[in-house]
């Protein structure tokens, strides 16, 4: 090109300047234009936006429901977005008019869970924290995935400028607790004497449950072996709406386990509460039942009892079969023992055939005590049962098997005795030999756990309110007073008393005599 214009610029058949002045116009009209186009170019230019999340869990999805031109968080010339499926557009009809009838929750919420169904896949943005890169338009949010024991939430409809937004369905929680018999303090550990009836507490929070057209909320309790449950009907369960208002009866229901009585469920009607305005989002539910502490209860070193609870609970409010459950919660109730030795005052030697009764009377009366140690009054005794191995267990209230009120002594353990609790041993029958105590024993044993009460640090007693460090009492028998048959000092004794009675009446006679000669 510069070769064949150089020729021409030599044959003359082009002016040098006029051709400058052609080319300096030429430049003149490229700039222009170019300077034109720039502006242009940048009007063209995609602006995207981002949806930020707060507090939200998991993976959320943002589908475009409808686009068009946004101005100031307004938009116009609708069209159904990008993610809504061509079927979809045909079932949902005209978008501006869908659109423009969104004019409330209530609408935006009916219309979301409409339109979910006819979503393409993969979605317009998805993230955690946040989506990027969306265009300007109507965007539906939902979970695609949550953690474990989280929710899904409900679908979100949101205007995209730079938003952020905040997910409405939350995930309940429970708590569990046992209530100590002394102090009356909730926790997670208790102790009782068999027999006892023990309380028990769930804590259990209401979630926002706002989409959900049905929503489970099941108490799941189960008691071991050593507990009995008290639960048998509804009338059984008692609920407090923040620990304060008791719920109506007709809002829950109660199901026992078939093949296991210890176990049963609490089935809460959220949606009507809430509906009803008994109970609100954030509220707490407290759950009241007891049990007993039953004949078949661990005593300390050989284990405990425990009660344990979770809640189920559902999860995604566009799936009513979908649920999910709290962590298990637990806490136990313990029972002690006590090992009473017979044993010789002087030699410490073990002896045997001794009988006891046991009480919580420090000053009980045993009547007319028998030749065999049983007292006429046994008002204040508690009631044992006997085991094979000699042993003795504390009888429940309304236990049917045979019990003993005397125990014979030796060496012999008491089972399901509660801490903190004064117990009082009254020696009735004293081996023979020797002298029986007249006074009780008194004896309490007391006990420390670790913070999640599923063990003791230590356990100890007092004995007539001296601590040790064992859990026994040493009852100790010192032998009677005798007299010899014959000779000795006792036979001397009675002589000598004999002689000088004597001689008193002796004198006295004497006396008399003269007195009445005179």
């Keep these: 090109m510069w070769t064949t214009q150089t020729k021409l610029f030599e044959q003359g058949d082009i002016k040098p300047m006029k051709y400058m002045k052609k080319l300096m116009t030429l430049l003149a009209v490229l700039t222009l234009a ?6 242009a170019f940048a009007e063209t230019t995609t602006t995207t936006y981002t949806i930020t999340i707060n507090n939200g869990t998991g993976t959320y999805a943002a589908y475009q429901i409808f686009k068009g031109d946004l101005y100031n968080n307004t938009l116009s010339n609708i069209k159904w977005g990008d993610n809504v ?14 659109a423009k009838a969104l004019t409330g929750e209530a609408e935006a919420k009916a219309f979301a869970s409409e339109v979910a169904q006819y979503l393409t896949d993969p979605a317009a943005g998805t993230g955690t924290d946040s989506i990027t890169g969306l265009a300007a338009g ?15 939430t409900d679908y979100i409809l949101q205007v995209v400028e730079n938003v952020t937004v905040q997910p409405k369905s939350g995930k309940p929680t429970l708590d569990k607790q046992i209530r100590h018999n002394e102090t009356g303090a909730w926790g997670v550990v208790g102790d009782n004497q068999i027999g006892d009836t023990v309380e028990f507490r769930t804590i259990t929070t209401v979630p926002n449950v706002s989409g959900y057209t049905q929503y489970e909320y099941v108490i799941y309790d189960e008691m071991s072996a050593g507990l009995t449950s008290n639960v048998k009907t509804k009338n059984d369960v008692t609920i407090k709406v923040n620990d304060t208002t008791e719920l109506d009866k007709k809002y829950y229901t109660v199901t ?16 009507q509460a809430i509906q009803d305005k008994k109970m609100d989002t954030g509220n707490e539910l407290y759950t009241y039942y007891t049990g007993i502490l039953n004949k078949n209860a661990k005593v300390y070193k050989d284990g405990k009892q425990d009660n344990k609870a979770y809640l189920e609970y559902s999860n995604n409010p566009h799936d009513n079969k979908t649920t999910n459950k709290t962590p298990e919660k637990v806490v136990y109730d313990w029972t002690f023992k006590m090992e009473i030795n017979k044993i010789d005052g002087e030699s410490n030697a073990p002896l045997s055939d001794a009988k006891f009764v046991l009480s919580k ?11 065999d140690g049983t007292p006429s009054i046994t008002t204040d005794l508690i009631d044992l049962i006997e085991n094979n191995d000699g042993s003795y267990t504390v009888a429940p209230a309304g236990y049917t098997g ?9 060496k012999i353990t008491i089972k399901g005795l509660d801490d903190a609790t004064e117990y009082y041993l009254y020696e009735t029958k004293a081996p023979a030999g020797y002298n029986r105590l007249t006074d009780a024993v008194k004896f309490k044993i007391t006990a420390t756990y670790n913070d999640t009460g599923d063990s003791y640090t230590s356990v100890t007693a007092a004995v007539n309110d001296v601590e040790q460090s064992s859990v026994s009492v040493q009852v100790a028998n010192n032998k009677g007073s005798t007299l010899p048959s014959t ?32």
């Design 361 to 371: 009377n420090g000053n009980c009366s045993l009547g007319t005590i028998g030749d």
């Design 487 to 518: 000779g000795g000092i006792g036979t001397t004794l009675f002589y000598v008393i004999g002689g000088v009675l004597m001689a008193v009446a002796a004198v006295l006679l004497v006396t008399k005599k003269r007195m009445n000669n005179k």
């Design 402 to 410: 045979p019990v003993v009120k005397v125990m014979t002594a030796g």
């Design 85 to 98: 499926t061509h079927d979809g557009q045909k079932v949902l009809g005209n978008p501006a008019d869908r």
């Design 256 to 271: 026992v386990d078939e093949k296991n009585a210890n176990k049963f469920t609490v089935t809460v009607d959220v949606l």
């Design 34 to 39: 170019l300077a034109m186009a720039v502006p």
């Design 138 to 152: 109507y965007y539906l949010i939902k979970n695609t995935d949550v953690g474990t024991g989280e929710v899904f």
